[in-house]
């Protein structure tokens, strides 16, 4: 399944993507993208440089988001262009949630432009792990 | 400022990096996405798995004793990927980091690098741009 450029509208919304990230998978994540450092693996380390546990690599969740947007395109190779910026951590076992809108349509190169984010619920308070984000979406 | 401004615009060496079917999958699983393309026989790689050539790759950049970069204050601020097409797997492609910015705001440092990587062609593949921010140690 794939989205058609001619059946979008500015203002459409991506289907909402939802992990709990877990331990493992942040293990996981560090093997598989040789981003070893302490502050995601070792709750002391986290605990000396002032959180109060280990956090998921800013990569982790930009992944995460880069997945709702292939998963709705229908194409990973529909993803020109993804610009992040990360605004807040992520600890185990919270819920992410990433999604987006479509801010712009350019018939002449049928690229979709997005807002994206990623979002999670912390003691009744939205925080946002990325904000401000922008993707490129090449349709057919 | 600790961080060394006169490394602007200082390029590094062009470090090779073949992509491998393998690390693929195995980075596709770690991320949790299912799509089968990341898991043919050859297959393509997820839009951010150029992070993996970029901590393959960059550590002579972070590392570099002139730069002054004291890693453990290292947090991760912007990132942005521009995807001519995806990684894949035989892809044989180098890495070229540059140091792009190097700015103050506030109490924090930035180090802004772009990774330019290009196939056995030489032809512009994906470019990265990240972000790192050094807590507290401006002024």
Redesign the interface.
């Known amino acids: 399944m794939s989205v058609a450029f001619d059946d979008l509208e500015v203002g459409d919304e991506i289907p909402v993507l939802s992990k709990v990230v877990k331990r493992e998978d942040v293990k996981a994540y560090a093997d598989a993208s040789g981003d070893q450092n302490p502050l995601h693996q070792d709750d002391n380390f986290a605990r000396s440089v002032g959180f109060p546990g280990i956090i998921a690599h800013g990569m982790f969740t930009m992944a995460h988001l880069a997945s709702a947007i292939t998963t709705w395109a229908g194409d990973p190779a529909a993803l020109k262009r993804i610009q992040v910026q990360f605004r807040a951590v992520v600890y185990m076992d919270e819920t992410i949630e990433a999604g987006g809108t479509i801010t712009a349509l350019d018939p002449t190169t049928r690229r979709a432009t997005l807002d994206v984010w990623v979002r999670l619920e912390r003691a009744g308070e939205v925080e946002q792990p990325i904000k401000n984000a922008v993707a490129e979406v090449q349709l057919s | 400022m600790t961080l060394n401004t006169a490394l602007v615009g200082k390029e590094y060496d062009e470090v090779p990096f073949e992509v491998e079917r393998e690390?693929i999958v195995?980075?596709a699983?770690?991320?949790?996405?299912p799509?089968p393309?990341?898991r043919s026989e050859e297959p393509?790689a997820?839009?951010?798995f150029p992070?993996?050539m970029q901590?393959?790759t960059g550590g002579q950049v972070v590392l570099d004793p002139e730069l002054g970069l004291d890693y453990?204050r290292v947090?991760?601020?912007?990132?942005?990927?521009?995807?001519e097409?995806?990684l894949r797997a035989g892809d044989k492609l180098t890495a070229t980091p540059r140091i792009a910015e190097i700015y103050a705001k506030g109490p924090n440092e930035f180090l802004v690098t772009e990774t330019i990587i290009r196939d056995e062609n030489g032809d512009v593949v994906i470019t990265g741009?990240s972000t790192l921010i050094s807590r507290g140690t401006a002024s």
């Open positions: 690390r195995q980075f699983d770690a991320i949790g996405d799509d393309r990341y393509i997820p839009p951010t992070t993996v901590i393959a453990s947090v991760h601020g912007e990132q942005e990927y521009v995807a097409r995806p741009r």
